[in-house]
Structures are given as C-alpha cells and as structure tokens.
C-alpha cells in the first residue's frame, strides 16, 4: 500500500506540471489535476493542501538553489579587491555562468515551470530577485571603483536594471523556447561576453584598465 501511495504523490506531481504547463497556474485546478489522474479531489488533498502546494514542490528546491547560490557569488564577488573584480565585471565568472545555466538545465521543468506557468504565484517574480541581486552588486562595484578614484561614466540605477533585466531574461529565454541543453550553452555563454564587454563601453572603461 506504500508503494501504491508513493507512485500516487509522483503522478501528481507529474499531473500538476502537465497542468500547470497547458494551462498556467491561474488556470489549472485542482480538480483538472484529479481528472488527468482519474481520482476524486479528496485523494489529491491527503498530499497537497491546495494548487500552489503542487507548484512549490514542482520548482522549490531548485529555485531557492540557484537563487542562494547566485546570492552567495555576488557576496563573495564584493569582497574581492578590486583588481579582482574589474576581471568579472561585472557578470558572474565563466566558471559560475556555467554552473547556473547547467544547473538550470538540470532542472529544466522547474525553470520552464518558473519562466512560463507561474503567475499568481510567489515565483512570478523569481526572475527580478536575480536581476535585483545583479543590480546591487553592480552598484556596490561602481561605488568601490569611484571611492578607489577611477574615473567611470556616470549610471544611474534604473539603467543598471535594464541591462541586468535584459540580461537574465535573455538567459531564460533559452528555457522559454525550448533551445538544446547544448545551443542554450554556447547562446548564453555569447551573451555573457556580450554583456561583460558592454558594461565596460557604458561606464567608458578601456580593455588596458581591466588589469
């Protein structure tokens, strides 16, 4: 009878993402779920106390991973001096892009799940706690650069959020189109680069100065 219940908790789950998929979060329900399932609402509810329940077990784990883990880089990134820093400017380090955009993949479900379905949910703004991050961290960089007395081309913050917005959804826009494990690599690793050079351009900080 175990076993018959633990393959109940993974068909809803596994029901929960085809609904939330095909339909969003707002709407799907928990009745729709029953039905893919052919049981009543009430077999649902011994697991799950409601629809969000569902989301959350879908795209939790891997969310507060990537999300904690990105915090804890821009952490570590800020405590560099600043010769360290001007290396990275300032995207996360090729090694850690490539971690995340893995890791992503890894979990592809739960970020489809996040890009796509989850409106009206408490991930519908995931993406902006990441670029919020970004933008932090950029600012604390900028601030060091000029404390330090380097001479930078003045940004002010709602330009910083739409490059870091620009940039993080570009990255999951790899997720939204469904792109190869392999493509979404190399697309966002261009990406990177691209960003990593641009952000040098608008502060009018030259290749020699990197250093």
């Given at each position: 009878m175990k076993l018959i219940n633990e393959k109940l908790a993974k068909d809803i789950l596994l029901a929960g993402k085809e609904?939330?998929?095909e339909k969003g979060f707002q709407?799907?329900?928990m009745r729709?779920?029953?039905?893919?399932?052919?049981?009543?609402?009430?077999?649902?509810?011994?697991?799950?106390?409601?629809?969000e329940s569902i989301f959350e077990a879908l795209v939790g784990d891997a969310a507060r991973e990537l999300e904690e883990r990105y915090r804890?880089?821009?952490?570590e990134f800020a405590e560099l001096?600043?010769?360290?820093?001007?290396?990275?400017?300032?995207e996360v380090s090729e090694d850690e892009h490539a971690w995340m955009m893995e890791y992503i993949y890894d979990n592809f479900?739960?970020?489809?799940?996040?890009?796509?379905?989850?409106?009206?949910?408490?991930?519908?703004?995931?993406?902006?706690?990441l670029i919020e991050i970004e933008v932090n961290s950029s600012l604390a960089l900028i601030d060091k650069m000029q404390q330090e007395g380097m001479k930078v081309l003045p940004m002010d913050e709602d330009m910083i959020h739409i490059v870091a917005s620009a940039m993080f959804n570009g990255m999951f826009e790899t997720v939204?189109?469904?792109i190869p494990r392999e493509k979404a690599i190399i697309y966002t690793d261009s990406l990177r680069s691209f960003y990593s050079a641009g952000w040098f351009k608008l502060l009018g900080i030259s290749e020699k100065k990197r250093g």
């Open positions: 609904e939330f998929l709407g799907a329900s729709q779920i029953a039905a893919r399932l052919q049981v009543t609402t009430g077999a649902i509810y011994r697991y799950y106390t409601d629809k804890r880089v821009q952490q001096p600043l010769s360290g820093q001007m290396e990275n400017l300032p479900d739960a970020f489809k799940l996040i890009s796509c379905c989850a409106v009206g949910t408490g991930y519908e703004h995931y993406l902006d706690r939204r189109h469904d």
